[in-house]
């Protein structure tokens, strides 16, 4: 449609936004240092949001690599953490167990923890998202429009994320509306 009136997608959509904050996404690097490194290269370079790929090995060191990359991009820095796939598989990940993570990430002022159970665990996410004082970001392994619904509708997320990929245009832009009315 936006070939044929010659007219960008966000113009055929309808969006309301002009402008949305794109935010870098990176691995986390073996020690705080490098980490710190890579977090305030980019911010050097005009991020302003920068989600680390992190996986679900959280252990008394991250405490540090935490720390350092919130010290080195200082507090107006976005800071996301995406535990994700496939590490969300992993044995022994519940929600109490992602409960625990997200309090060493409220410590570091992180603005949204991704994917921190699997997929499918609507009861699961629920009960994190009450349970934790940060945003919970799920979504991009869901398939089908209705799978948000069910998150949306229970409130159990704070931040979707739907794979245009995964599910498509359209029915990414029925959910982005979905979650815009939903609050």
Known sequence: VGKHRGQPCHAVWGTRRRRVRAYASVLFRDDAKASAALAEDLAARGFTAIKFGWGNHFEPQDDERLAAIREAIGPA??????FGVP?????????????????????????FFEEPLPPYDFDGYEALTRAACMRIATGEMLCHGYEFDRLIDRRAIDVIQPDAYRIGVTQTLRVARRADEAG
Request: aromatic share 12%; glycine share 4%.
């Open 77 to 82: 820095i976005r800071f996301m953490i995406d």
């Open 87 to 111: 590490d969300y598989f992993s044995p022994g990940v519940t929600p109490k167990s992602a409960e625990r993570i997200a309090r060493l990430l409220e410590k570091h002022d992180v603005y």
